[in-house]
């Protein structure tokens, strides 16, 4: 069992409809979450990050970590088709630099 | 500023030949990674230089990969013989460094070299 499971997609959403991405993990040692966003032929890049179990809004989008569970969200608002990308949860101990990630989920948002 | 640069973009090599791959950090970033992404997966970490130390190099498959980083910038890495199993794209992070009191120490991830091995 990989530590870090996500649904691998394809996800196809219609302009302005709202977006859910998760992860599950199996490491409780987690404290660091975070949501890369990755374009074809492009590195991943942060998107957003947050410490420990909570919410986290920035614009459009908002993490949320519940560490009971072991399950973190991404949701985007008004998904434009900018968003389309391939998103990647990732994770990480506290203390350490390396980072666990999900099999990313390709969305594409249809005009 | 510059971000990660990595070279070539694009590889395509015969199976048995050697490949290297070239990165260059962000300036002042003393931490350094390879990651490996293969289709339809996640970056899964091959190597970590803290300055030019290797401080985890756990995931490289010692036997045909070898990696790099003279001086604690740039850094190399190679693949001698390439299998075909090693297609994939080739990610070079950096970041500021452990040493920087948040846990956040974010990761920024270069292009990528994509290699195939026919």
């Known amino acids: 069992q990989k530590e870090v499971e996500q649904d691998p997609g394809p996800l196809s959403v219609p302009e302005g409809a709202i977006v859910s991405l998760n992860c599950t993990y199996s490491n409780s040692a987690f404290q660091y979450f975070m949501w890369y966003r990755q374009y074809s032929r492009k590195g991943p890049e942060l998107l957003m990050y947050?410490?420990?179990?909570g919410n986290k809004e920035d614009g459009r989008f908002t993490a949320q970590v519940d560490k009971s569970s072991k399950y973190i969200s991404l949701f985007i608002r008004d998904s434009q088709p900018s968003d389309s990308a391939t998103y990647l949860c990732a994770m990480k101990v506290a203390g350490a630099n390396n980072l666990f990630f999900g099999t990313g989920t390709r969305l594409t948002v249809i005009p | 500023e510059a971000g990660v640069v990595q070279s070539p973009r694009y590889k395509i090599i015969e199976k048995k030949q050697p490949v290297a791959f070239w990165c260059n950090p962000i300036?002042?970033?003393?931490?350094l990674y390879w990651y490996r992404q293969n289709l339809g997966q996640g970056p899964e970490l091959l190597i970590r230089?803290?300055?030019?130390?290797?401080?985890?190099d756990s995931q490289l498959p010692k036997d045909r990969f070898s990696a790099e980083r003279l001086k604690g910038v740039d850094s190399t890495l190679k693949i001698q013989p390439a299998e075909l199993g090693d297609s994939a794209v080739y990610l070079c992070a950096s970041s500021l460094g452990s040493g920087y009191g948040s846990g956040r120490n974010e990761q920024f991830f270069g292009p990528g070299t994509r290699l195939t091995v026919l």
């Open positions: 300036s002042g970033h003393n931490t």
């Open positions: 230089y803290e300055n030019e130390e290797a401080v985890d």
């Open positions: 947050t410490y420990s179990s």
